[in-house]
Each structure stands twice: as structure tokens, then as C-alpha cells.
């Protein structure tokens, strides 16, 4: 019998997730997106999130689009607004605050300071493009710059969460996560960057499994472990979205 370690049934790990969380989820344009703590959501109801993902999910009422579209995200920050209709859609009718998004290394440089403790990064991209008037009608206000060895930069806050959820492969009791293809992304670094940590996994699999070389993110990272769906499971539910888009055409069987 398998030691329970860091393995919790799917409630009491998405417990701390309640309505006003800021929550942060490793994923891109649908790849790896936690689909079994995302349905939880969906079914909970919980709202006022603010959501830091690199995009808003994948279009055509995908997974963390429904997010948007029952209105639970209050606030996204990413690098992109629209590679979801819901989340673009939200935005539009003014019931998503978007106070700024980033390019996607500034985003993923963000994620990493606070994985790291840092308070913040120097940036110059965007310079005398971000920071005109009215670019970004919600922010609070003006983005603050700083000037070193004659050039000017952005100073950016490190991005941190009270929830991080990640999305791998497999798992051991331990929290060693392993990841798929590129399925890897940055998701060490929004695991280091959550309070609270939430590894859903296709397979949970016993300590000394997973070789050291494989281990994407390390155990004292994760604070829980989750069953999500099986590898095949999450196959046909990408397959059955695809087709359905109309990305890709059907199979007879």
C-alpha cells in the first residue's frame, strides 16, 4: 500500500481555494491545464478569483474559458487577453479587470522573482510603449521607471499567490512531479511562487519511480498531490475539444 504523504482527495486540497483567492495556474493556450481542480472550481462556484496564467486558456468553452464565462474570474494577469472568446468577451462587457498584461518573458521573469524572493525585477522592454497614456485604462497607477548606467527601466513587482496549481504527469507521495513534452513550461517556478502548491497529476506513483533526472519540480515545492484524470482520459477530452473547434477531424472508429 502506497504511503499518503502529500496525496489528498481532490476537496480538502482545493479547500483554500474560496472566493477572492488569487490563485496562479501553469499552462498554455489550453496544454496543461489542471483540468480536474479547474472542473472543481467550475462546480463550487467559487468567484472574485484573480487569475496570473500566461494566456486565458483555449477557445470554444474550454476548461478554464468557463471560468470566464460563469463570471468567477474578477481579475486576470497574462500576457494575452483573448486566446479565449469567454475571457475576451468578459473583458469587453467590463467584467474582467485587466489592469496591465506583459510581454511573456517580463510575465515569466514576474513569476520567477517571487518563486525566488525577490521583490521585483528591472525591465526595459515595453519602454515608451507600455507606459503611454491610456494604454491601460484600469491601472491604478503610472508604471514606475528607473534609470541605471544611462538606461531606462521598468521596475516590476515579483508575482506571487496564495494558490498555485500545477499540471504533470505523474507524481510520487513525496510531491516530485514529473512533466510531459512541454507540458513543463515554467510550472516550477508557479509551483515556488504559490503559498499553497496543488500538483494534479495523471498517475500517482510510488517514491523512487520517477528517475531524479525527471523530476521537473522537486517535492518540497508541492504541498499537495491530486488524482486527476488518467493520461487517456485527458487524451480524449483534448481530442473531443479539438474536433469540436474544428482543429482537427474526426476519427472513425
Not at 491601472?139 to 521596475?155: A, D, W
Not at 516590476?156 to 498555485?164: G, I, P
Request: include cysteine; charge should be negative.
Amino acid at each position: 500500500m502506497m504511503a499518503r504523504g502529500k496525496i489528498m482527495p481532490l476537496d480538502e486540497a482545493m479547500a483554500r481555494v474560496v472566493n477572492g483567492t488569487r490563485l496562479m495556474m501553469g499552462e498554455f493556450v489550453g496544454v496543461a491545464e489542471p483540468a480536474k481542480c479547474i472542473e472543481w472550481m467550475l462546480e463550487k462556484r467559487v468567484r472574485d478569483l484573480t487569475l496570473i496564467t500566461v494566456t486565458p486558456g483555449l477557445k470554444g468553452g474550454f476548461l478554464m474559458g468557463r471560468l470566464f464565462e460563469q463570471g468567477q474570474i474578477s481579475e486576470l494577469i497574462s500576457t494575452h487577453v483573448a486566446t479565449s472568446d469567454e475571457s475576451s468577451e468578459a473583458y469587453l462587457q467590463g467584467n474582467l479587470k485587466v489592469r496591465q498584461f506583459f510581454p511573456m518573458g517580463t510575465w515569466a521573469e514576474k513569476v520567477r522573482a517571487g518563486a525566488v524572493g525577490l521583490g521585483g525585477i528591472l525591465v526595459p522592454v515595453g519602454i515608451s510603449i507600455l507606459d503611454q497614456p491610456g494604454i491601460f485604462p484600469d491601472l491604478e497607477e503610472p508604471k514606475q521607471k528607473l534609470t541605471l548606467n544611462g538606461r531606462e527601466y521598468f521596475v516590476e513587482e515579483a508575482l506571487r499567490a496564495q494558490v498555485s496549481i500545477i499540471k504533470g504527469w505523474r507524481a510520487d507521495p513525496l510531491g516530485n512531479v514529473e512533466f510531459r513534452h512541454t507540458s513543463l513550461q515554467n510550472q516550477r517556478d508557479i509551483a515556488m511562487a504559490g503559498d499553497f502548491t496543488i500538483a494534479e497529476v495523471n498517475e500517482i506513483v510510488p517514491v523512487g519511480t520517477i528517475p531524479p533526472d525527471r523530476v521537473g519540480c522537486p517535492g518540497p515545492f508541492v504541498q499537495a498531490v491530486v488524482q486527476g484524470h488518467s493520461l487517456e482520459e485527458q487524451h480524449e477530452l483534448y481530442r473531443n475539444h479539438w474536433i469540436k473547434i474544428g482543429r482537427l477531424a474526426p476519427v472513425a472508429r
